[in-house]
């Protein structure tokens, strides 16, 4: 079992920037492709960012390009998310979620086997 303990998260004001930052603990870390997923009130959960095993390569959704930045240090076992030119539709409950498969395939969510239990990002306008 591989677990993923999230941090980071707050308040914010529109445009500010917050690093989230996701632990993880119980298996090799590096043997795993991480990913960042969100979820907002009344939404379903959708996918954010993903980085390979290497860190060397990394996927984004659409809307978080250019200001979004998913990072690893696998010598720390901990993946990072940092947001700047925050704005309040990114307000969500922020999960990290680690993969057997590829960095790719996470944008579908199903293939994500270890889940953290979220940090809450709130942007005020």
């Known amino acids: 079992q591989l677990q993923l303990v999230e941090s980071g998260g707050g308040l914010v004001q529109a445009g500010g920037s917050l690093r989230l930052s996701c632990a993880g603990s119980?298996?090799?870390?590096?043997?795993?492709?991480m990913g960042w997923f969100r979820q907002a009130p009344g939404k379903e959960r959708e996918f954010v960012a993903a980085?390979?095993?290497?860190?060397?390569?990394?996927n984004y959704v659409d809307f978080v390009k250019g200001r979004f930045t998913i990072s690893r240090d696998n010598a720390k076992n901990t993946v990072y998310l940092q947001m700047n030119s925050l704005k309040p539709e990114d307000a969500a409950v922020y999960y990290c979620?680690?993969?057997?498969?590829?960095?790719?395939?996470?944008?579908?969510?199903?293939?994500?086997?270890?889940w953290g239990q979220g940090t809450q990002v709130t942007v005020s306008s």
């Open positions: 980085i390979s095993r290497s860190g060397g390569l990394t």
């Open positions: 119980g298996r090799t870390f590096s043997n795993y492709a």
């Open positions: 979620a680690a993969s057997r498969g590829t960095y790719s395939a996470m944008v579908y969510g199903r293939s994500c086997d270890y």
